[in-house]
């Protein structure tokens, strides 16, 4: 399964999802030499390598997903939905192997009759952002969002769209991190991801990284 970034960049592009075999070391290197990337900071990380670890709800950030979910099942959801555009690549490394899977939706509009089209693309939602909140739809020309946490209707179609996106988890694709030093490379504008039950795996661990690259590196 070994696959380089480059490669699983050019497969995601396609796909919208890939995977492959690396260190979080090497796949660093590999982002900032070779594919000139730009990461996104997340939770005081300046190279935006977040450790993800199951959180209880006690423990939680009170804007996380874990604060409501815990360390059980996530919903599908977008990386950084709140931000006014959010980063176009995530990555996630898994170090050692794990028994919790990571769920992904890959947006599909052959799936989306015309009355939810309309919703996803019409419907507006109140995006909570810190101090600040924005309206945008689900779906743009670009960009699907979605995120229940952060994501709140405000109209009977953005309603419709928070329905159709809060039940594709029943028709989610399953990553399992079968083997140590893996990772999975998803398009964060059309894929949805979650994670899976996660009470069982208290020391679970994830790197995430989200990053965007210049449209030369891509091919």
């Keep these: 399964m070994t696959k380089h970034l480059r490669t699983a960049l050019a497969e995601a592009a396609t796909s919208g999802w890939a995977v492959g075999s690396a260190s979080l070391d090497d ?15 997340t939770r005081g990380h300046p190279e935006g390598a977040d450790e993800l670890r199951p959180v209880p709800k006690g423990e939680a950030n009170p804007s996380s997903l874990s604060a409501t979910h815990g360390t ?12 006014l555009k959010p980063g ?21 509009s052959v799936e989306v009759n015309a009355q939810v089209g309309d919703a996803l693309q019409e419907g507006l939602f109140t995006l909570v952002s810190g101090p600040k909140s924005f309206l945008a739809p689900a779906r743009s020309v670009t960009v699907l969002r979605f995120d229940a946490a ?17 039940t594709r988890k029943s028709t989610a694709l399953e990553h399992m991190w079968d083997e140590p030093n893996t990772f999975m490379l998803l398009d ?21 990284i989200g990053f965007d690259v210049p449209k030369a590196a891509k091919r």
């Design 27 to 41: 796949l660093k290197l590999e982002g900032r030499w070779l594919l000139n990337w730009t990461t996104h900071e």
């Design 72 to 83: 059980g099942e996530q919903p599908l959801h977008t990386d950084g939905a709140h931000l």
């Design 88 to 108: 176009r690549w995530l990555l996630l490394v898994s170090p050692e192997t794990s028994n919790v899977p990571t769920l992904f939706w890959p947006y599909n």
């Design 150 to 166: 952060c994501m709140r209707p405000s109209d009977s179609r953005a309603m419709t769209a928070a329905e159709f996106l809060s």
């Design 188 to 208: 964060n504008h059309r894929v949805l991801h979650a994670r899976g039950d996660a009470s069982a795996e208290p020391d679970r661990l994830l790197y995430r």
